[in-house]
Nanobody, 120 residues
Framework: QVQLVESGGGLVQPGGSLRLSCAAS????????AGWYRQAPGKQRELVAH????????????NYADSVKGRFTISRDNTNNTVYLQMNSLKPEDTAVYYC?????????WGQGTQVTVSS
């Protein structure tokens, strides 16, 4: 059973930064953390950032929602099976619960979510 633990959310003022972490328990060789999604109240869950498996070369292995391009950066630490989301220049419209998604042998897993609130 894969467990995903997200952390790093919180309350931040507009223009501020947060760094989210998603750590996966289990076999590093079998678990692929695919990316981050978010869900705001009354809205559908949407993709924020995706990162390709570790064997894909950096520079071609990420993509982002248009709304976060240039502000958010997704990265992976392969040694501890953790994916990060660095969020800069945060806006009130970034307020949502952020979830990470992973796969193990084709089975999809979600974390419990971490709340990000951008407000003055």
């Amino acid at each position: 059973q894969v467990q995903l633990v997200e952390s790093g959310g919180g309350l931040v003022q507009p223009g501020g930064s947060l760094r989210l972490s998603c750590a996966a328990s289990g076999s590093i060789s079998r678990i692929y953390i695919a990316g981050w999604y978010r869900q705001a109240p009354g809205k559908q869950r949407e993709l924020v950032a995706h990162i390709a498996p570790a064997h894909i070369a950096p520079g071609t292995n990420t993509n982002y929602a248009d709304s976060v391009k240039g502000r958010f950066t997704i990265s992976r630490d392969n040694t501890n099976n953790t994916v990060y989301l660095q969020m800069n220049s945060l806006k009130p419209e970034d307020t949502a619960v952020y979830y990470c998604k992973a796969y193990e042998l084709g089975v999809e897993y979600w974390g419990q979510g971490t709340q990000v609130t951008v407000s003055s």
